[in-house]
């Protein structure tokens, strides 16, 4: 008797293991949407570009504890390279993208180098002041960005030489896409790794961490460089899809902006950034349609609801809805 | 043998506090592998600041400190956790949001994953909590893991403070006998901080005595229990239990 319930309980708890499920999951979900907004492929991936420049917010303040206001910087030098790599070096793509990525990251360290060193709210304020200097160069650098009229007229190259990025978006669209979802396998694998919980330990208590032999500083600088080298690749997707670079992707309201996002979402969760970027977007679009002076109203309400009543984010939703299935298992 | 040539820990003339306050003054003594040094006070004796001082989490203000032959009062803390200095606070700082295998490996520090294998062997009671989360644990349970933790950067030292604090007597009689046996097995030096006098006298080879911040006895355990003045005086005990 007692033997036949331990095997069914092992069997409940055995579950199947679908390697990439989640990746797996987000090419599904893109390709639905593709098939039923076919007139909406450039906010499409508008949104993907966001949820790949939130997913970096995410290591940073999710993961690692570290509050930033500025990884707009990251994305606008990511955006500006990739446009003028295409320019006037050369207009592939994934080259293209690579060269974002590489600023990004160098972008990260060099800030990092010094506004690591400090904590709390000097951290952020030397975030914003960080991507309020990029900006003001860009804007002044008017023969190299375009200034306030932005950086257009580069074209890229068809990816792998065959797919053409054309009109409607759909290459811009499935590029972008899977790029979201090799990055988000990549994160899933940092997140489990001794190194990622390195850095929760980090958020948690750092001279713990010290005393157990970590270097902190070193351990951040990586993290922030990582983080910012995601950014930088989002930028340049970004970029690369919409063929213009904007001084906004530069600005404090994009930094915070995505913020808002992952605290909708839910932070250290990664499907959190997902969800928060697909729900801020979709809500400020559809508001924006309905009245354009007041969309912030509702994008405000949906922020003040969640936080006073799902204080861990949308994914809070998720785990009421598992606690409320197991309940419903453990009865039976 | 010179301190250089030393294999454990010599303190000279230690002197550290915070933000320029002097709290502990004139600390010496040497710990080998090996060895277990007990060390006892009062509240506010100012034996935690002297564990905390050794990691290098004070404010130094002079006095010897070499550990393995090497000068290590101007080392960041995380310097001398590499050098083979393992600590165990006594608030334990459990990673609260972590599961006690991502606790384990989150101490890895630089270490091969197959010691987490070693810290369940070590406590298998870790073993079978390894999915609950830092704050599901007992008291006791805190403890093994923060003990486990610190012991899978392969100490030559470790300092414990205060590890029994809040646990029920059977269970803390449980783990100091556990820490005994993997000390012993280890051939690490050791030195504990804690409140229960006979648990140290126990424990430890030798004993140090702070009162306000200054040694007021060292010696071996036995010699401390033929000294009423001290146990009296500096610790606030007629006699030992």
Known sequence: MFESKVVASNAVKRHVKVPLLPEICILVAGVVCFYIFPSNLGFLTEIVVMALFVLSLDLLLGYTGIATLG?????????????????????DPLIGLLVAGIIGAGIALVSGSFMLRTHGLSFIILTIAVAELLFAAANQAQDITGGDNGLYGFAVAPLFGIFEFDFYGRTGFFYSLSILALAFLLMRQLVRSPFGLAAKGLREDQERMRALGYPVYRHLMIIYAIAGSMAGVAGGLSAQTV??????????????EALVMLILGGTGRLYGALIGTVIFMVVHHMAAALDPSTWMLFIGLLLVTTVLFLPKGLMQLFDIFMAWIKVGRRSE | MTIKQSTGLTVESLRAGYDGTCIIEDVTFAIQRGERLGILGRNGAGKTTTLATLMGLTQYQGGLLYFEGQDISRMTTFQRAR????????????????????????????????????AYSWFPRLKERRCNYGNQLSG????????????????????????????????????????????????IGCILV????????????????????????QGTPDELRNRPDVLEGAIGLAKTA
């Open chain 1, 71 to 91: 990884q707009a910087a990251m994305f606008g030098a990511g955006a500006y390279c990739a446009g003028l790599f295409a320019m006037y070096v050369h207009p």
């Open chain 2, 140 to 187: 006791g349970e805190q403890q093994m893991l923060a003990v486990a933790r610190a012991l899978m950067s392969a100490p030559s030292l470790l300092l414990l403070d205060e590890p029994l604090e809040g646990l029920a007597p059977l269970l803390a009689e449980e783990l100091m006998g556990k820490i005994r046996t993997l000390i012993d097995h280890t051939g």
């Open chain 2, 194 to 217: 804690e409140q229960h006098v006979d648990v140290v006298l126990n424990f430890s080879t030798q004993v140090l005595v702070l009162e306000r911040g200054v040694p007021v006895y």
């Open chain 1, 243 to 256: 063929q213009v670079v904007g001084l906004q992707s530069l600005s404090f309201t994009l930094s915070a």
């Open chain 2, 83 to 118: 050098a083979g200095l393992g600590y165990v606070p006594q608030t334990r700082d459990i990673f609260t949001s972590l599961s006690v295998e991502e606790n384990l490996v989150a101490g890895l520090a630089g270490q091969p994953k197959e010691r987490v294998d070693d």
